[in-house]
């Protein structure tokens, strides 16, 4: 993944304020149809890209159950 200055983060409602969850740059998937993920608890670790289609079914998929 090609770190950027700010590909516009933003964080799982599910985190609680408590940081264990995910972040993903939905201005950068919104541009560049990749969706990069990261660890919301240490966000100087390297993290991964999911293409947009691939995210939105991931998405969809864990409303569905309840995660």
Request: overall charge neutral; charged content about 20%.
């Amino acid at each position: 993944m090609t770190r950027r200055q700010d590909p516009g983060w933003a964080r799982s409602s599910y985190s609680a304020n408590n940081g264990e969850c995910i972040e993903w740059a939905a201005t950068h998937a919104a541009t560049f149809g990749q969706v990069p993920v990261r660890d919301s608890k240490d966000t100087t670790l390297a993290g991964f890209t999911v293409a947009a289609p691939a995210w939105s079914v991931f998405v969809d998929y864990a409303k569905s159950v309840g995660v």
